[in-house]
């Protein structure tokens, strides 16, 4: 009966042991998972103010008749989206979208005018907006 | 059942409708294209990556009705004779030309003077280059 007590004593030990690995291992695993939620809510609200930001620029460059503020604007628009580019952009459709737009802003800007699609210009940049706000809104809620 | 039948009509009219005006609109590529039957390009200038540009600079591309394209190279006067195809894609006009690939093809006016673009595939990579030529008419 002497000898059982130090097995006894082991064995509350061991179970003392595993379960303050599984106490801390799950403290680190919520720990990495709250981190990460963090970073995922702080990174969709950049991409969505970038977004916007993009948006808005996109609205005053279609509608703007003063060739000096299409400069600016578009001054603005590419420092813009490169920004985005570099940081957030990850969805391919908008991506090709701006492409498409820069190409027809340096028509536009270079007074290049399109003979049998004279709209594309506009047609381009209202496709953007709508891209952008279909793709704001298809992002998940938290 | 006629209410049926009326929307099916009115549908059918639709469709016809969009693809006459797609014919349409590629119609007039088609005219700027040959000027009705046949029209020479010469390469007047290329942007971006001319070292790697298919056409060189002063290539005439005589384009005919009969969907066949030749094109001369003044340095080396060789001539090749290929097919050519227009197509639309997303609103863009897309022109075939064999094995040198597709093309987005447009029709420009800039300081008074008509160009006829072809340009490379847009892709969403900002790093994946776009060539840009630009044919001014040669006759």
Known sequence: MKSAKP???KKNFLKIFICLIAALSLIFTLIAWFNSRQNGNEFKAKEISAYKKLDLLVAK???????????????????????????SFQDSVISLSMRRFTFELNDKLHGIVNLLDSGRF????????????????????N | MVKIISTRIVFCFLIFLTYNAKAQDLNKYFKLLTCGLKQAWKLDSVTLNSNY??????????FKLSNEVVVFDNDTHNKQTITWLLGKKDNYALINLGDAGYYEIDFLLRNKVEYMRLRNEIRPQKNMDVTEYYFVKSN
């Not at chain 1, 506009?122 to 809620?141: D, F, K, M, N, V």
Request: proline letters at 3%; a positive charge; glycine letters at 4%.
């Open chain 2, 53 to 62: 540009g298919i056409f060189k600079r002063g290539e005439v591309l005589l």
């Open chain 1, 7 to 9: 097995i006894t004593t």
């Open chain 1, 122 to 141: 506009e047609r381009t940049g209202q496709s953007i907006i709508r891209t952008c706000a279909a793709h704001i809104s298809s992002l998940p809620a």
């Open chain 1, 61 to 87: 460059i279609i509608t703007t008749t003063d060739p000096d503020s299409l400069v600016n604007y578009t001054k603005i628009f590419n420092r813009a989206l490169f920004e985005a580019q570099t940081s």
